[in-house]
């Protein structure tokens, strides 16, 4: 999994964070601290996603995400151990160190990458689905044996014979041979 898919929800959620802190008790300190990092992540995140999308990494954006998720999990993880309250103290804390974890784990294996081998496959992929598709639709009816569906149905013969008439079962009997 590429960071830039976690790390922008992740600073989206941060923000929001703060944004809910200040209107539910006013605190500036937690619009400032949630969109400040937020903001800070969704750039890291826009950072690496461009990269990626040139077939690079961008060291400078998974260090600044590692550092960020880093701070924020021992600021919160304190703050946790002193006022003992989940909300938001503890959750940030918990996915904050989720967060940083993910990105070490990013650091040490080299960062987003794409295999080649994937990126050569497509058009192979693509013609051998094109090709099951083609074969498929060759035949007129989508059944086993390629012949029309027998159907059989309730309901008289669409309003001509009463329903489960004998006049309508002759009918389809005469047409169709089970």
């Known amino acids: 999994m590429h960071d830039f898919c976690f790390t922008i929800p992740y600073g989206m959620l941060l923000i929001g964070g703060g944004f809910i802190g200040y ?6 300190t937690s619009f400032a601290g949630g969109a400040g990092t ?19 990494t961008s060291s400078i954006a998974v260090i600044l995400q590692t ?6 999990t021992l600021v919160m993880g304190q703050r946790y151990f002193l006022t003992q309250k989940i909300m ?3 959750l940030v804390a918990g996915i904050s160190a989720l967060m940083t974890s993910f990105y070490v ?3 040490a294996t080299g960062g987003n990458k ?3 081998k994937a990126a050569d496959m497509v058009f192979p992929r693509m013609f051998f689905l094109i090709l099951i598709l083609h074969i498929v639709s060759a035949s007129s009816w989508q059944t ?5 569906p027998v159907v059989i149905a309730r309901g008289g013969f669409s309003g001509v014979f009463p329903d489960s008439s004998s006049k309508a079962s002759e009918l389809f009997s005469s047409n169709y041979k089970l």
């Open 23 to 28: 209107m539910k008790k006013g605190s500036i």
């Open 38 to 56: 937020g903001l800070l992540l969704i750039l890291a995140g826009y950072l690496s996603l461009k990269a990626f999308e040139k077939k690079k």
């Open 67 to 72: 550092v960020i998720a880093a701070a924020l």
């Open 88 to 90: 938001p103290a503890g």
């Open 105 to 107: 784990y990013k650091i």
């Open 114 to 116: 794409i295999s080649l």
């Open 144 to 148: 086993l044996s390629g012949t029309p």
